[in-house]
């Protein structure tokens, strides 16, 4: 028995997200480039080409949420199972317990469903990979009715914004072909990662950490959305951090290889990037909230400090240095590498 009811997640989330019409927005003219675009991005990273990539999909929400849920299944059910790991009861408060069971994976499921309805009215494209399960072939998704309506919203060429899009996602295909070890490695440390939040450890733990923390110290943390970190506790934090880290590469490489090779290609590449980085900056106030409980605001560091790192290599040292990040997990940058290039630069290419 499943500890998240997974099909009222998916009811849930379509209702949180709704499903506006898709404004016209095809994959017929996107996909024909695909491996175009693909190639390019090949010769300009330096990464190897895969004889075959993932057909662009053009989804709704509905279809992203279901996309999603999948691939968030092997990740959550194991620490749903550890939190919902039932006593071993007898008698008459059985069926009680069995009742208190469903009723939290009732819960569960309107959470995460929640969660993801939200996230799918933002999301534009996805380059989606199951880490824990290679078995599925991974899929490149563009979210119809979000880019139409941001195009509409930024006031951008629609078409040129999915093309933009689908260069960043074709990217994220270029990097796992081009690093087969990657998948592998994200893969191991989040086991790592769920083995460890899978010790029967209480909310006590968390707070133990607190304990004798200056108040005006905890709320500064709060404030630099430093959330999760109290949440995971220091002893899990390392292995967040290197998970960090790696997803900043992917994500900084990502818009750092989308503006290089979009810029060939795109007349309103510059226009894009400004609006898009508007939209980023200016989101109104419960967004910001959300955003941080969720930890999307941490997404979007992501591609800041990767895009910044990747602008600061190239800039240096040339887009083939860039590619020595992708030679091995030993060659990754670290945190502080990502905030301070030449670090990494030293170490790597001195």
């Known amino acids: 028995m499943d500890a998240i009811d997974w099909a009222l997640a998916q009811r849930v989330g379509e209702l ?21 675009f693909a190639e390019q991005v090949s010769a300009y990273t330096g990464l190897e080409l895969a004889a075959e990539l993932p057909a662009l999909e053009v989804v709704d929400r509905p ?3 279901a996309a999603n849920l999948n691939s ?10 550890q939190n919902t790991k039932p006593r071993r009861t007898f008698g008459p408060q059985a069926p009680l317990t069995h009742a208190m069971r469903a009723a939290s994976g009732l819960m569960l499921g309107a959470q995460v469903g929640a969660v993801t309805g939200v996230l799918s009215q933002r999301v534009l494209g996805q380059y989606d990979i199951e880490l824990l399960n290679p078995s599925p072939s991974p899929r490149l998704l563009l979210v119809a009715p979000n880019l139409g309506q941001t195009a509409r919203t930024l006031n951008v060429n629609r078409d040129d914004l999915t093309s933009w899009v689908a260069i960043h996602e074709v990217t994220h295909a270029v990097q796992f072909s081009g ?3 990657l998948q592998g490695h994200l893969a191991g440390l989040m086991q790592q ?9 209480s909310g006590a733990d968390v707070l133990k950490g607190l304990v004798g923390t200056d108040p005006r110290s905890l709320l500064a943390r709060l404030r630099r959305g430093e ?11 390392e292995l967040v951090e290197r998970l960090q880290s790696t997803m900043s590469l992917i994500e900084g490489h990502a818009e750092h290889v ?3 090779v979009g810029a060939d290609v795109l007349p309103s590449l510059s226009e ?20 941080r409980l969720l930890g999307i605001e941490l997404k979007m560091r992501q591609y800041e400090v990767g895009r910044r790192f990747c602008d600061l290599v190239v800039e240096q040292r040339g887009a083939q240095a860039l590619t020595r990040a992708f030679n091995s997990a030993e060659d990754l940058p670290t945190a502080a590498e990502l905030e301070h290039p030449g670090l990494w630069l030293t170490r790597v290419d001195p």
């Open 72 to 81: 968030m299944r092997p990740l959550l059910e194991p620490l749903a199972k």
């Open 272 to 291: 894009l990037r400004d609006a898009m980085t508007k939209r980023r900056t200016t989101r109104g106030l419960p967004w910001r909230v959300l955003e």
């Open 179 to 181: 690093a087969p070890w």
């Open 16 to 36: 949180v997200a709704g499903n506006p019409p898709d404004l016209d927005v095809q994959a017929v003219g996107v996909g024909a480039l695909t491996r175009t």
């Open 193 to 201: 990662l769920i083995a460890k939040m899978q010790v029967n450890v």
């Open 258 to 260: 989308m503006d290089a």
């Open 63 to 65: 279809s992203w949420i």
């Open 227 to 237: 959330v999760l970190r109290l949440t995971v506790g220091e002893a899990r934090w």
